[in-house]
Structure formats: structure tokens, C-alpha cells
């Protein structure tokens, strides 16, 4: 196979899978986010549009999300690169799991929050009818954990870019190459090995 286009995740590296279903992942998240945001403020036609499409985007890629998720449970996490250290390489890693527990988490009490409030979920032009009624007392818990499961993921995501920079500006570990190309890891390996002989 040819190296570039390697799909599974190696020992130390990702593959084209991952880095596809990370970059997805995180642009979904951020654009929910933001969309769900701006649904806080403005007229209620304005806000209602734009739960809409926050629940439009959710639901359209949902598999895609549920994928990441089972993805990274199911081979697990690549190890260490040669200048990572074991210490924080090991939070970062369980954070990850964390985090995606957090996402998962959205998933689910996204959907049952609206069907709960008696609603259907609308994705752009259709409708999902509920198969509940209304139900006010577990509508309001499903908000809350909704609203906390989104703010450990900001939280989260803060933490995720100060760790890029951290890896990429003081470290030069090649951290941050492991999530943009599928050799990163492996080239980076290859590297520390080859300044050690020298």
C-alpha cells in the first residue's frame, strides 16, 4: 500500500480514517456550538430558526459522529511519539476518551430533550415525531446535562488548542502532525531514531 494512503492507525500514529473522522468531528462541533449560542439571543423566529439548523446539522451527521466515537473506543489510542512525555501524553489520551464520552453524551440527550418537550426534531425540511409525550420534569434534566455536557466540551476544546500550540510552538514534539497527515507519527519516529545514531 502506498504510504500516504494509509487508512488504520499505526503504534504511534493515525490514519487517514481517523484524521477524516476527527476533522469532521470537529468542525460539526464547533458549528453546533456556535449555532447553539446564537440561538440563545435575538427574536424567538430568529432563535427557532436557528435550533433548527443546529438540530438540522446534528442530525445529519449523527452517524458520522457516532462513528468518531466508536472509532477511537474500538482500536483505541495511538502511543507516544519519541519527544512526547508519559506524563501528560497519558491525561491527554483519557481526556480524549472524556471528551468523546461528552459528544456521545450530546447525541443522546439532544434528541430525547426535544422529544421530551413534546416536539419534533426538524432536519432542514423534515420532521422526526417523537415517540413520547410531553414531559416536562425529564425535559428539564436532559436540558441540564445537555447544557453541562456543552460546556465541558468548550472547556475541552480550549484545552485541545492550548495543547496544539503547547506541542507545536514549545515542544516540537510532532504531535500535531500525527492529526494532519497519516505518517506524521511514523516520520516523526523515524526522525528522533535517525538523530540519535547521528
Do not use: C
Not at 480514517?17 to 446564537?38: D, K, R
Request: proline content about 3%; hydrophobic content about 50%; glycine content about 12%.
Amino acid at each position: 500500500m502506498v504510504v500516504g494512503m494509509r487508512t488504520a492507525d499505526t503504534s504511534n500514529g493515525y490514519g487517514w480514517i481517523s484524521i477524516a473522522l476527527h476533522w469532521l468531528t470537529a468542525a460539526t462541533v464547533l458549528a453546533m456550538f456556535i449555532i447553539g449560542t446564537m440561538s440563545q439571543g435575538g427574536t424567538p423566529e430568529e432563535s427557532l430558526g436557528l435550533v433548527h439548523l443546529h438540530t438540522s446539522i446534528g442530525m445529519t451527521a449523527y452517524v458520522v459522529l457516532w462513528g468518531r466515537i466508536i472509532w477511537r473506543f474500538a482500536v483505541g489510542h495511538p502511543g507516544p511519539l519519541a519527544k512526547q512525555g508519559v506524563a501528560f501524553f497519558t491525561i491527554g489520551k483519557y481526556f480524549h476518551f472524556v471528551l468523546l464520552i461528552a459528544i456521545g453524551t450530546m447525541l443522546l440527550s439532544g434528541p430525547l430533550m426535544v422529544w421530551s418537550a413534546g416536539e419534533a426534531i426538524h432536519v432542514f425540511a423534515f420532521t422526526i415525531a417523537g415517540p413520547l409525550g410531553k414531559l416536562s420534569g425529564v425535559q428539564h434534566v436532559l436540558r441540564t446535562v445537555h447544557g453541562y455536557a456543552a460546556s465541558f466540551i468548550l472547556f475541552g476544546m480550549i484545552l485541545h488548542v492550548l495543547a496544539v500550540f503547547k506541542h507545536t510552538v514549545l515542544n516540537r514534539d510532532g504531535t500535531f502532525d500525527k492529526i494532519m497527515i497519516a505518517d506524521g507519527g511514523r516520520r516523526e519516529q523515524l526522525t528522533a531514531v535517525s538523530r540519535n545514531k547521528a
